[in-house]
């Protein structure tokens, strides 16, 4: 069984800084892309970021461009997402997925799995 599990989301004021991690298990995490997706109240899922299965290829969103950074360990089967100069329209609630390919993609319908979210709220 393929499990997703999100941390570090918290209460933090603009312009700092979150580390958000996903440990996923019951997958050959090496072989597959991942992906960051958040959802605002009262807005639709929308992409943040994807890695390829090597870390070596990466998709952002236009509006976290220069301030995210997504990386993955391997070996630890954890996929991150670096927040940096965090806004408060940054604020809500961030998703990792599964790509069902080894590349990075941008298009929910392009992952299987998805974790179970963790809030980010970014306020003052």
């Known amino acids: 069984q393929v499990k997703l599990v999100e941390s570090g989301g918290e209460l933090v004021q603009p312009g700092g800084s979150l580390r958000l991690s996903c440990a996923a298990s019951?997958?050959?995490?090496?072989?597959?892309?991942m992906g960051w997706f958040r959802q605002a109240p009262g807005k639709e899922r929308e992409f943040v970021s994807a890695?390829?299965?090597?870390?070596?290829?990466?998709l952002y969103t236009d509006s976290v461009k220069g301030r995210f950074t997504i990386s993955r360990d391997n070996n630890k089967n954890t996929v991150y997402l670096d927040m940096n100069n965090l806004k408060p329209e940054d604020t809500a609630v961030y998703y990792c997925a599964k790509n069902r390919g080894p590349g990075p993609a941008t298009h929910g319908q392009d992952f299987s799995y998805w974790g179970q979210g963790t809030q980010v709220t970014v306020s003052s």
């Open positions: 019951g997958v050959v995490f090496s072989r597959y892309g």
């Open positions: 890695i390829d299965w090597s870390g070596s290829d990466t």
